[in-house]
């Protein structure tokens, strides 16, 4: 039973898919009798639509989450791997109206100023201002679609994302229609063979290089890269975080996003190194650096990473469609 395509967003289908809420752009922007409020109860309705036509789909990637997570450390240590399984599926199946809502509230500087909160930003803002540019390792954590948009607005700097394709138009899409305002600080490098040379060009220009970490660039699984132990097994991380930093002469950062009560968004800015030498054993030592980290939250709110559906690439296995 085919219910999860692993390699395919949660945004080509169903009434919140991307294509609808770009449609949706003039009426939103335009209407004047378009409250929050009612947007919210609106999104709230078409989501609950939605959900209930994929409810087998869902029920499906409940089971398919809960069987990631077993073969971790998590159940050992005490874990309720239900919940976390539940929680995780809920959050994913309404991450839809959670993006459009605050690709919606981003534009309005009202919301910039009062409900968005960002910690590690000083240290991030002295880097660049001392022109070094900065790598951006953001994780799938949250409503993390959110995150470049939310940047953009926030950072008067040129930000490049580093995603496939079909992630770069949904970005694209969606930042063009919400937040025309802003628009021309978002960049976009498609990977192929030229995105080590690319990202370390803008890095160089004093830019903001942001890509997602857990898994390889250059493709979908990373059989030959460095092996490492996560929550108790064994997985192969990828460096092209670290090597981007290293070649770029930049700083290496790890993002999260989280959603807190009244639409209110949280955003921890880590650095993980000032510098990281353009050496195979300081890259290493970085990347692991990155990971020791990236389990440490884990291990804290493991429901809230989106990395379980892709957890087999993690661990480099041959990419399977599910």
């Not at 309404?94 to 459009?100: A, P, V």
């Not at 660049?128 to 939310?150: D, M, R």
């Not at 190194?273 to 493991?302: A, Q």
Request: aromatic fraction near 10%; proline fraction near 2%.
């Amino acid at each position: 039973m085919n219910l999860i395509n692993t390699k395919q967003s949660n945004f080509n289908s169903g009434i919140l898919s991307t294509e609808n809420f770009v449609e949706y752009a003039d009426f939103i922007n335009n209407f004047k009798y378009c409250t929050i409020s009612t947007i919210e109860q609106l999104l709230n309705e078409l989501n609950q639509i939605d959900i209930n036509h994929k409810k087998e789909k869902k029920e499906y990637f409940e089971k398919f989450v809960k069987g990631k997570l077993y073969v971790t450390d998590l159940y050992e240590n005490g874990e309720n791997i239900d919940l976390i399984a539940k929680e995780n599926t809920d959050m994913t199946f309404n991450s839809s109206k959670s993006i459009f809502l605050y690709h919606i509230l981003l534009a309005k500087e009202e919301f910039r100023k009062n409900n968005i909160e960002i910690e590690g930003i000083e240290s991030l803002i002295e880097d660049l201002n001392n022109q070094k540019g900065a790598v951006l390792a953001y994780l799938h954590w949250g409503p993390f679609q959110v995150l470049f948009s939310l940047l953009i607005t926030i950072l008067e700097r040129n930000m490049y994302l580093i995603a496939h394709k079909e992630a770069l138009d949904y970005q694209k899409k969606v930042i063009d229609a919400y937040l025309d305002e802003f628009k021309h600080r978002a960049n976009y490098i498609p990977v192929d063979y030229d995105i080590l040379r690319k990202g370390i060009k803008e890095l160089r220009n004093n830019n903001i290089v942001c890509l997602l970490p857990e898994v390889n660039g250059n493709g979908d699984t990373n059989r030959n890269g460095l092996q490492k132990e996560f929550l108790g097994t064994k997985i192969n991380i990828p460096e092209g975080a670290a090597a981007l930093a290293a070649y770029g002469h930049s700083p290496l950062y790890v993002a999260t996003i989280d959603e807190k009560p009244c639409n209110k968004l949280f955003v921890k800015i880590k650095k993980i190194s000032h510098s990281v030498e353009k050496n195979r054993d300081d890259i290493k030592d970085n990347s692991n650096k990155m990971w020791d980290y990236i389990e440490e939250i884990v291990r804290v709110s493991p429901a809230k990473w989106c990395g379980w559906e892709i957890f087999d690439r993690i661990q480099g296995h041959v990419e399977r469609e599910y």
